[in-house]
């Protein structure tokens, strides 16, 4: 069954520097969403990518985020200068569709900042 | 926003019993779905289920999309049930092209043997 993969499982950074989170979506799916869960709360949506440009985005997708689909199968999350409160769970997601359709969500990436 | 709202917080069973989790959402959707997240934080896909009724092995799940509530039956419940179920939605109103999930606080289910 095909699934959503996600590298690497856990990164630790140091504050202020560049980090670079990996998706590998379903391959057939058009819709890429990234979403973040701050250890202990509910998980939030950050920003969903569909013909290779940023269709919503959340109040917590600030300048300090951004999403490339560099190749026709990876969807990154990069984030310029991490702070300590970007530490969390970050979760990406692809669906075949938009309103309505199912989203497959990836294993996640544990980013803890130090 | 539209809000998610989910019962119990924390839920105690002993091994084999059965319950229901429900979730409770403000405003018309088109995506509905449960989750369990796992002890190592992975989101595990149980149901897509806007409407209707859905079984996969000792899990259900019934959606009464007009009144805007969803349950989640488990039966015979096993110690690997263990972890937080979350319900996510979609507000129907946002028809924007995109899909946005939003997430409930969930429910902590805790099975001892």
């Known amino acids: 069954e095909p699934e959503v993969t996600q590298t690497p499982s856990h990164q630790v950074t140091q504050m202020g520097q560049e980090v670079i989170l990996r998706c590998v979506p379903i391959s057939n799916h058009l819709y890429f969403y990234w979403y973040r869960q701050i250890l202990g709360q509910k998980v939030e949506f950050l920003v969903s990518f569909y013909n290779n440009e940023i269709s919503e985005k959340s109040e917590i997708f600030d300048d300090q985020f951004s999403v490339e689909r560099p190749d026709g199968s990876n969807f990154t999350l990069k984030i310029r200068s991490t702070k300590l409160e970007d530490s969390a769970m970050y979760f990406c997601?692809?669906?075949?569709?938009?309103?309505?359709?199912?989203?497959?969500f990836g294993p996640g990436t544990r980013l803890t900042v130090t | 926003g539209i809000q998610v709202e989910q019962s119990p917080p924390d839920l105690i069973l002993q091994e084999g019993a059965n319950s229901t989790l429900r979730c409770n959402f403000s405003d018309s959707v088109n995506n509905l779905q449960w989750f369990h997240q796992n002890p190592w934080g992975q989101l595990i896909n149980l149901f897509y289920?806007?409407?209707g009724t859905k079984q996969n092995g000792r899990l259900s799940a019934t959606t009464v999309a007009t009144e805007r509530y969803s349950l989640l039956y488990i039966s015979s419940s096993q110690t690997t049930d263990s972890g937080v179920y979350f319900c996510a939605v979609h507000p129907w109103r946002y028809q924007t092209g995109a899909n946005n999930l939003f997430f409930g606080t969930g429910t902590r289910l805790t099975v001892i043997p």
């Open positions: 997601a692809s669906s075949a569709g938009g309103s309505g359709y199912e989203q497959y």
């Open positions: 289920i806007p409407s």
